[in-house]
């Protein structure tokens, strides 16, 4: 072996390292966000109400369409034997904005509940950030097993989390700030399309800056596969502590033999 190739096995090693990295937040990312299917499942009752209100202005059929359209995605995954929480999520905000918007007869109410949920949201990430807890790390540590360990034990990580989550709020706060305005004065297909539009791009963004930030950040430490590792020695221990007990037994049962 010459003095250069030790340095290319550490290089491709590192690399390899940094893919796999890579590849756990990426699946990880898909996990807790839905993936493609989640996109989907979030901008179709939106795109449905949006375009039947367009075409006839009746609040009642775009409603009930818009409902019906996300309790069929819950019975598809349901079928499938597939995680339903995107789906659930999806039934209860159309749920929301169809009794906001019929109790108020104001087809624009229909979007009202996402439009204050996303910007609890945006409030929330920021909040939990200054306080030293991302949401961002709340939501992905369970998923990458290290539960809250980043907090203490994974500093490199708690910034990666930190950084999320600042981008997380603030590209939501800037969707806030194109459709708040835009519901006071645009008409209710104007304000439709424009949400549908802001549906997919910003949460793209966000996801993609946190893919960045954590692919760089120190691997998670799994907590899960600690407490195995605990466990087995602790019970390897106690294995060793019996033998020991049986095997000083067995000598004073023969010392006493003997005498």
């Known amino acids: 072996m010459t003095s250069l190739d030790k340095p290319t096995e550490d290089t491709t090693a590192e690399d390899t390292a940094a893919a796999d990295a890579r590849a756990v937040t990426e699946a990880a990312l898909f996990e807790a966000f839905g993936g493609v299917r989640g996109m989907v499942e979030t901008v179709v009752p939106g795109l449905l109400f949006v375009t039947i209100f367009t075409i006839n202005k009746d609040l009642h059929m775009a409603a009930i369409a818009a409902?019906?359209?996300?309790?069929?995605?819950?019975?598809?995954?349901?079928?499938?034997?597939?995680?339903?929480?995107?789906a659930f999520s999806g039934v209860f905000g159309v749920a929301f904005g169809v009794v906001f918007a019929m109790?108020?007869?104001?087809?624009?109410?229909?979007?009202?509940?996402?439009?204050?949920?996303?910007?609890?949201?945006?409030?929330?990430?920021?909040?939990?950030?200054?306080?030293?807890?991302?949401?961002?790390?709340?939501?992905?540590?369970?998923?990458?097993?290290e539960n809250l360990s980043w907090r203490t034990r994974n500093p490199g990580r708690k910034?990666?989390?930190?950084?999320?989550?600042?981008?997380?709020?603030?590209?939501?706060?800037?969707?806030?700030?194109?459709l708040f305005p835009l519901y006071w004065w645009a008409n209710t297909?104007?304000?439709?399309?424009?949400?549908?539009?802001?549906?997919?791009?910003?949460?793209?963004l966000a996801v993609w800056l946190t893919w960045v930030f954590l692919a760089k950040a120190p691997a998670p430490i799994d907590v899960f596969a600690e407490m195995e590792a605990e466990e087995k020695a602790a019970a390897a221990a106690a294995a060793g502590d019996a033998a020991g007990d049986a095997e000083a037994s067995e000598a004073g049962g023969r010392h006493r033999r003997e005498g």
């Open 67 to 86: 409902l019906a359209v996300s309790l069929v995605l819950v019975v598809v995954r349901l079928a499938m034997k597939d995680t339903v929480k995107h």
């Open 103 to 145: 109790m108020t007869g104001n087809a624009k109410d229909f979007y009202l509940p996402g439009m204050l949920y996303t910007l609890g949201l945006a409030l929330a990430y920021i909040i939990t950030t200054l306080c030293g807890v991302p949401l961002i790390g709340l939501i992905l540590g369970p998923v990458f097993k």
């Open 159 to 178: 910034k990666a989390y930190a950084k999320a989550s600042w981008a997380w709020g603030l590209i939501l706060l800037a969707k806030c700030a194109i």
């Open 189 to 204: 297909a104007q304000l439709g399309w424009v949400l549908v539009a802001l549906k997919i791009p910003p949460f793209l």
